[in-house]
């Protein structure tokens, strides 16, 4: 079983930073990919980052600048550094995996998500 588990979610002022935390853990036989998503009420889920297991890394246009996502390998973790936020960052941010567990292909998996709110 696969678990991904986020965590630095919480409320910001507009201009301040966040950092998001993800953590899988479980039967992992490789990783492919990690990211996170974001999805604001009555909008639908989005791609913010990703990063390959090559190392190459796409941001959403609306986060190029202000947000980075790295990761550390060794504890098969990927952070998203969000600054200079925006009250339209505000949404529940998802961290995702593309992961191969047991088999030969790569599924998704999903973060429970963490809840971002940009507002003064």
């Known amino acids: 079983q696969v678990q991904l588990v986020e965590s630095g979610g919480g409320l910001v002022q507009p201009g301040g930073s966040l950092r998001l935390s993800c953590a899988a853990s479980g039967s992992i036989f490789s990783i492919n990919a990690m990211g996170w998503y974001r999805q604001a009420p009555g909008k639908q889920r989005e791609l913010v980052a990703v990063i390959k297991r090559g190392g190459s890394i796409n941001y959403a246009d609306s986060v190029k600048g202000r947000f980075a996502i790295s990761r550390d390998n060794a504890k098969n973790t990927v952070y998203l550094q969000m600054n200079i936020l925006k009250p339209e960052d505000t949404a529940v941010y998802y961290c995702?995996?593309?992961?191969?567990?047991?088999?030969?292909?790569?599924?998704?998996?999903w973060g429970q998500g963490t809840p971002v709110t940009v507002s003064s």
């Open positions: 995702y995996a593309d992961l191969i567990s047991s088999g030969t292909w790569s599924t998704n998996y």
